[in-house]
């Protein structure tokens, strides 16, 4: 299992920025995905997930609203709009497969991240 993450970088506040994940060694539109971040000095926070076929998605508070996550079946990639972006969003996003939902998703195979900072 393999996730890559692309579309990070620095953005001012109010700014927008969108995330790509492509996912290879599974076969993807069988698994929900999600992305979760990881602010500076805090633990993983879990953000948004989407079901298979992109029927059903869910979002954290702290992003409802201002986030939109989508996925390309054919093309093997998740996405992440950031819209209206805060300070508070500044961490690094992973990519995730969730394997079973509790009252959250559960996650188990994570990309390596890309670095969101938002700052004037």
């Known amino acids: 299992v393999q996730l890559v993450e692309s579309g990070g970088g620095m953005v001012q506040p109010g700014g927008s920025l969108r995330l790509s994940c492509v996912g290879s060694?599974?076969?993807?539109?069988?698994?929900?995905m999600g992305w979760v971040r990881q602010a500076p000095g805090e633990g993983p926070e879990w953000a948004s997930a989407i079901k298979t076929g992109g029927t059903y998605t869910y979002y954290s508070d702290a992003v409802k609203g201002r986030f939109t996550i989508s996925r390309d079946d054919a093309k093997n990639t998740l996405y992440l709009q950031m819209n209206n972006q805060k300070q508070e969003d500044t961490a690094v996003y992973y990519c995730a497969r969730v394997y079973t939902w509790g009252k959250l998703p559960q996650y188990d195979f994570w990309g390596l991240g890309t670095q969101v900072t938002v700052s004037s």
């Open positions: 060694g599974f076969t993807w539109r069988l698994y929900d």
